[in-house]
């Protein structure tokens, strides 16, 4: 099946910790963004990268950092500079010119 | 002012009922219009772009108003199942989208 991975569903960690959070699509899709999805609130972009070995800050980046290896993969790291990490974060791809994003089932990172 | 702003709801109909949802943007070069469903814990997952001509889709017609700067979103003949959050999004450039907070239907028996 053609689709996007996220893993884990579910992640706790302990304040000061850095942690990875994997996006794996098989779609071909060229570019691929991280957003945060806080309760009662819109998606806001973290970061995005439109093609290998390339990405752009978002309107939240400080406190992550992501890489893009492989077109297959975006992993983003949630760094403890973070000060607010517990979210709903959501990995998206998009298709070449097309415009329509498509979205992972998310991982839900609590801080203890 | 917000760039992409909805009403946040909830709207409660009875099944049958025919809804309409509104959202407002912006910036005036917006190029690309989308409604996405949520449902509660999930991924958003696309319902339907919106063409400037409108567009329909069984239950639910999409409308733009580039003068007016709105998008509507019409579902006739509610279904339990499309209670759900319906998100507004809008696109400047092709490369990253604008998400508006979502309008939260709820459609009772």
């Known amino acids: 099946d053609g689709g996007i991975t996220q893993s884990p569903k579910y992640l706790f960690r302990k304040e000061g910790q850095n942690v990875t959070l994997s996006c794996e699509q098989n779609?071909?899709?060229?570019?691929m963004y991280w957003y945060r999805q806080d309760p009662g609130q819109g998606l806001r972009l973290i970061y995005y990268?439109?093609?290998?070995?390339?990405?752009q800050k978002g309107d939240i980046a400080e406190g992550y950092s992501v890489s893009r290896e492989k077109k297959e993969s975006f992993p983003l790291t949630v760094t403890s500079a973070q000060k607010n990490p517990t979210a709903f974060y959501l990995c998206a791809s998009r298709r070449g010119r097309e415009n329509e994003q498509f979205f992972g089932p998310g991982t839900r990172l609590t801080v203890l | 002012r917000k760039e992409v702003e909805q009403d946040p709801g909830p709207f409660n109909v009875p099944e049958g009922a025919t809804v309409a949802f509104n959202c407002t943007y912006s910036?005036?070069?917006?190029?690309?219009f989308f409604w996405y469903r949520q449902d509660c814990r999930k991924e958003p997952k696309l319902l339907m772009s919106?063409?400037?001509s409108g567009n329909e889709d069984g239950r639910f017609t999409a409308q733009l108003n580039r003068a007016s700067q709105y998008i509507s979103l019409l579902i006739r003949d509610s279904k339990l199942s499309d209670s759900a959050t319906y998100l507004c999004v809008v696109n400047i450039g092709y490369s990253t989208l604008t998400f508006g907070k979502g309008t939260m239907l709820l459609v009772s028996p």
């Open positions: 990268s439109q093609i290998v070995n390339d990405f």
């Open positions: 910036n005036s070069a917006s190029q690309s």
């Open positions: 919106v063409y400037s």
């Open positions: 779609l071909n899709h060229d570019a």
